[in-house]
């Protein structure tokens, strides 16, 4: 019969630093990208509406039908505070490097997970079952 | 779903567990489905418009459509036969391994967590945007986002008996907002007050827009795979959870159809691929104020509905993880008055606060999404576990789901489309996002596993797996 881990009992401290550690590992990580402003919005940036301001804009030099310029209209808009938005377009121009090490970072991370969770997944079994196997 | 059965502390000093109480049917899978779900017909699907254009985004909604039914195909098998509380957690640990269930816990809570930060974000806008047209334009709707978020923590905090129960009635309140919405704009009467002749525009990115729609697209059904957390109450686990998740499958099909021809038949596609909420919109261009009342009701409902069973379901994940010992044991605790995983609970609020706060809708949802699709492109590959590791006859199922490989290799494409998607216009989020899994995954090797029970892990009364 395989023998039983004990597992060491953890203290409060140790508990407490183990809270909030994670929490700061989600602040930092997910909060990163938001601060560095590192990806596209769907909400224009700022400069742009005080860009748009200073020039004059017409429904039809933004691409506007006149049905579309007045479905604009009743949701409040003007050129002017439309052109930021209607401007603001995604760029899908695709950087190989980039492309590269992101897939490195999931498969690489998938990998890992898999492998590590077997080694685990054995001592598990091993555990419940006893030695042998099939 | 409900642990309220758990009791903490026994006489001897060892944990007691009464069993979960077996009331549920296929409509209450239904409605625990759509109901975290069907925010999404109100808000943030519409971000697919502004990657794909109007019909890129009905592409990518009916494309990602198939991914959710290879979804709760697979999710009907193993859940009707890993018949537990904690869902696709618990399944990973019989399945996979610890590593690998620490992070679909994990993926669970932070999927859930940021759902919750964005609904509150809705709500916030919403009341900002009413009281624009009420002449208080200057109203700041921070209030009303922790106001909405410590609310239903408390509710949750109290019990969760009445508080599901009331989302079931307010999710029914909020699909037939929908289903009034496209009554009230007169569909058997095109170019009255529906212009999609004028307003529907070719793909503005071309077929790779289409793709990249697909991260949004996901809006439309994330958190139907939820209907699995109910697995341990269900009267009959193999009748109730495909019939339940199908039909809110089906449900979910229909309102994402009904949703995007009323928004693409009313807006502009570049002013619905960037509104916070489109259906509210719609109804306000309708020039009805009824519709734009109902609208209201609606989504704040759908918001509050999601919100309320995305605390229920994340505090649940967190406390199964310190239950199992995957996290510091004190959130494995239960209020001993009100039955419920209180520090839970308590410990995700300042999260979704912060969140809500601090990173705007579509980044907010992107986190979501992306935690979801970690889990997805987990269960194609759990799926072909569980068939090897104990074939068809070696152990009892509730339903078997057919053409077997076929849904767990179409999944596992769609989700490399998918993580495609978000890469164009998202890689920095898409690469956050995998740093904190990674780092959290590390975490739990090097550190955290030590306080892990091995053989407890594996509860189900099974035989030995196959090549193990």
């Known amino acids: 019969m395989a023998q039983h881990y004990a597992p060491p009992k953890q203290g409060g401290m140790g508990q407490f630093i183990d809270s909030i550690l994670l929490m700061v590992l989600v602040f930092i990580c997910l909060l990163a990208p938001v601060y560095l402003k590192a990806d596209h919005s769907a909400a224009p940036p700022e400069e742009a509406k005080e860009e748009a301001t200073k020039v004059e804009a017409t429904w039809q030099g933004l691409g506007q039908t006149p049905v579309q310029a007045q479905q604009w209209e009743k949701l409040g808009h003007t050129p002017e505070t439309a052109k930021p938005i209607i401007d603001n377009r995604f760029d899908y121009a695709v950087d190989p490097m980039a492309l590269i090490v992101t897939i490195a970072v999931i498969v690489g991370y998938f990998v890992f997970v898999f492998r590590i969770s077997d080694r685990e997944y054995r001592e598990v079994v091993r555990e419940r079952f006893g030695d042998g196997g099939n | ?468």
């Open chain 2, 1 to 468: 779903m409900s642990e309220a059965t758990t009791a903490a502390g026994s006489a001897s000093g060892q944990p007691t567990r009464i069993a979960l109480l077996k009331v549920l049917g296929p409509v209450h899978v239904w409605a625990l489905g759509v109901g975290i779900v069907l925010v999404g017909e109100f808000m943030g699907w519409n971000f697919s418009v502004g990657k794909g254009g109007a019909y890129g985004s009905l592409i990518a909604c009916w494309v990602v459509g198939l991914l959710y039914t290879c979804v709760a195909m697979i999710d009907s098998e193993v859940t009707s036969t890993v018949a537990a509380a904690g869902g696709q957690y618990t399944q990973a640990k019989h399945i996979v391994g610890p590593l690998m269930a620490f992070n679909v816990g994990l993926y669970l809570v932070m999927a859930y967590t940021m759902l919750e930060a964005g609904d509150a974000l809705v709500v916030g806008d919403l009341m900002k945007a009413v009281a624009g047209e009420l002449g208080h334009a200057d109203l700041d709707p921070r209030p009303f986002v922790v106001l909405s978020i410590a609310l239903l923590a408390w509710l949750n905090y109290r019990g969760v008996f009445m508080t599901l129960t009331v989302n079931f009635v307010i999710t029914a309140a909020a699909f037939l907002a929908i289903v009034i919405l496209f009554v009230g704009v007169s569909p058997w009467e095109p170019a009255k007050v529906l212009l999609h002749k004028d307003l529907l525009v070719d793909l503005p990115y071309g077929w790779i827009g289409v793709i990249a729609a697909m991260q949004f697209a996901m809006w439309y059904y994330l958190g139907i795979e939820g209907t699995c957390q109910a697995a341990e109450e269900v009267r009959s686990a193999g009748r109730s959870i495909p019939l339940g998740t199908m039909s809110g499958m089906i449900t979910l099909l229909i309102a994402a159809s009904l949703t995007w021809y009323v928004a693409a038949g009313l807006m502009p596609w570049e002013y619905l691929g960037q509104a916070i909420t489109p259906l509210y919109d719609a109804a306000k261009l309708t020039g009805s104020g009824t519709l734009q009342v109902i609208l209201f009701v609606g989504t704040i409902f759908s918001a509050i509905a999601s919100a309320n069973g995305c605390i229920n379901d994340a505090s649940r994940a967190w406390f199964s993880m310190g239950r199992d010992r995957y996290l510091p044991t004190w959130f494995g605790a239960v209020h001993p008055r009100y039955r419920t995983p209180y520090r839970a609970i308590l410990f995700l609020i300042p999260i979704a606060v912060v969140f809500a706060f601090q990173a705007p809708l579509d980044q907010v949802i992107s986190f979501s999404i992306l935690s979801g699709l970690l889990g997805y492109t987990f269960m194609s590959f759990n799926m072909m576990k569980f068939r090897k590791q104990w074939p068809l006859g070696s152990i009892k199922r509730g339903y078997v789901h057919p053409f077997h490989p076929l849904p767990a290799i179409v999944l596992l494409v769609l989700c490399i489309a998918t993580y495609f998607a978000t890469f164009l216009g998202y890689g920095a989020t898409l690469v956050a996002v995998m740093a904190f899994y990674i780092l959290a995954s590390a975490w739990f090797v090097f550190h955290r596993y030590k306080f892990v029970r091995r053989g407890d892990q594996f509860t189900m009364p099974w035989p030995r797996p196959k090549g193990y």
